[in-house]
């Protein structure tokens, strides 16, 4: 019976479903997260009699034909790379993009990633990091006598020394953008790895067309609606159980004719 295969295959689809959903409400909070959403397609079809083939020796032809599906598969898990909300921090260190692009970072492989979450902070050479230590890319330092820094929309770091009252220019930001954004790979810790699907990183200062602008003392949030996620997990529980409900309306047949005499 092809409706115990059939319905299986949705209630995998659906448990992936719940897992992508589970996912963007754990990530509420997370700096700069973008929500990802799972894609399905349907699977195969058997032909027991294809449309458009001759049906007698007159030449007739099936107008419709007869088709069986074979269940659903997942397509793929997109990320949906639509701005979040900002929130001022008051904290200098801490920078947000407003429009497209990304931070880039150095990986302690000397691999570049990419990253929205800009909580940056100083280590102890003065050089600008992520919160796991990983350097701004170009590299900035600020030096010690530093008493101020301020970070331009265009990504001029510009920083007041002890004893001075004009600032002195120490470095430019860079950011990076993707003509398929979605087609990064994600490996944690907010990073992302350039891929063959989201093509070459292209880099430039911020405020560049097509690229946004630095905004000092905010962070980006997370993109993730929280009324749209319980949503999305109410109907996809609820498809959980029809597909269920189609295995036991199933078995129930396959029993009936089990018990015939």
């Known amino acids: 019976m092809r409706a115990l295969n059939i319905a299986a295959s949705g209630m995998q689809a659906q448990q992936l479903n719940v897992d992508v959903i589970s996912h ?3 990530n509420m909070n997370t700096t700069g997260y973008k929500r990802q959403r799972a894609e399905f397609q349907d699977m195969l079809y058997q ?5 458009g083939s001759t049906s007698s020796a007159s030449g007739s032809v099936l107008p419709l034909g007869i088709q069986i599906g074979i269940g ?11 701005q979040g909300g900002m929130a001022a921090t008051a904290n200098p260190y801490d920078l947000a993009i407003n429009g ?9 492989s000397g691999q570049t990633a990419y990253t929205r979450a800009g909580n940056l902070a100083v280590n102890a050479d003065g050089a600008m990091v992520t919160a796991d230590g990983y350097a701004l890319e170009p590299s900035i330092t600020v ?23 004009d600032p002195q220019q120490v ?9 398929n954004a979605a087609g990064l790979e994600a490996i944690g810790d907010n990073l992302f790895l350039e891929t063959p699907a989201s093509g070459t990183a292209n880099t430039a200062t911020p405020g560049s067309p097509g690229l946004g602008t630095i905004m000092q003392g905010y962070l980006e949030l997370s993109n993730v609606n929280a009324v749209e996620e319980i949503s999305a997990l109410i109907v996809a529980q609820r498809a959980y159980e029809m597909n269920a409900r189609v295995i036991t309306a199933a078995d129930e047949m396959l029993q009936s004719t089990t018990q015939l005499r």
């Open 143 to 165: 030096p010690q006598e530093a008493t101020a820094i301020q970070i331009t929309r265009d990504g001029i770091v510009e920083v007041t020394m002890a004893g001075q009252t």
């Open 24 to 26: 963007n409400i754990a």
């Open 47 to 51: 032909n027991m009699e294809r449309p």
């Open 171 to 179: 470095g430019q930001i860079e950011i990076a953008s993707f003509i």
């Open 100 to 108: 497209r692009g990304y931070f880039q970072i150095t990986l302690p």
């Open 72 to 82: 659903v598969r997942a397509d793929a898990v997109g990320r949906v790379t639509e």
